[in-house]
């Protein structure tokens, strides 16, 4: 349902006469679980074949270490005490309500590759480019921050499922969630 064929980063079919063919298990092995789980998952429509290769894992890879990397930053350095600036703070709630919204809009309708893209762009620009810089300048409060951290861990989960874990885990070590399992957790509210 997922996808047609896989096919290697040229758009031919994957054949072992050919010598392009993807071991799973190497991959896995060399950029890790989550890498080929995205990489497989984004921008992948149902039924339409998917072009997949070396530079799409790395490219997770990378991923799963811009989360880490962010998670780390909220972890180590957030001051949970920042109050930041009411209207930029609202202005920060709305928009994440929005983008649970939408992704959990597409996730019902099965359109799973364009949940994973649209979690993969709003986490990577939205977030973290924009979203971590402002708290570091104080107009955006922690507890805005922390939440944020906390859905988009959640949102993440069913593509990065080791990595998101991970971090949740280093969460409940420092009390900042209550649920001891993200897997278990309840799925971000739409009315945050």
């Not at 990489?39 to 997770?60: C, Y």
């Not at 180590?76 to 202005?91: F, M, P, R, T, Y």
Request: a neutral charge; proline letters at 3%.
């Amino acid at each position: 349902y997922l996808h047609g064929l896989v096919r290697d980063e040229k758009g031919q079919k994957m054949s072992k006469s050919k010598g392009n063919v993807v071991n799973p298990l190497v991959i896995a092995e060399k950029y890790g679980s989550d890498a080929l789980r995205m990489a497989l998952a984004i921008r992948s429509s149902a039924g339409l074949d998917k072009s997949v290769g070396e530079q799409d894992f790395r490219a997770m890879r990378n991923f799963s270490n811009k989360i880490w990397n962010a998670s780390r930053f909220v972890l180590e350095h957030l001051d949970l005490n920042q109050e930041g600036d009411s209207a930029i703070n609202q202005a920060f709630d709305k928009k994440l309500t929005e983008t649970t919204r939408l992704i959990t809009r597409n996730i019902e309708k099965f359109q799973i590759g364009l949940a994973a893209e649209t979690t993969y762009n709003e986490f990577w620009h939205w977030f973290c480019d924009e979203q971590l810089e402002i708290t570091k300048t104080g107009q955006l409060g922690g507890k805005q921050i922390l939440n944020g951290l906390q859905v988009f861990l959640k949102l993440l989960h069913p593509f990065v499922p080791f990595v998101t874990e991970a971090v949740w885990q280093e969460m409940k070590n420092k009390g900042m969630v209550s649920e001891p399992l993200l897997i278990t957790s309840s799925w971000p509210s739409e009315n945050l």
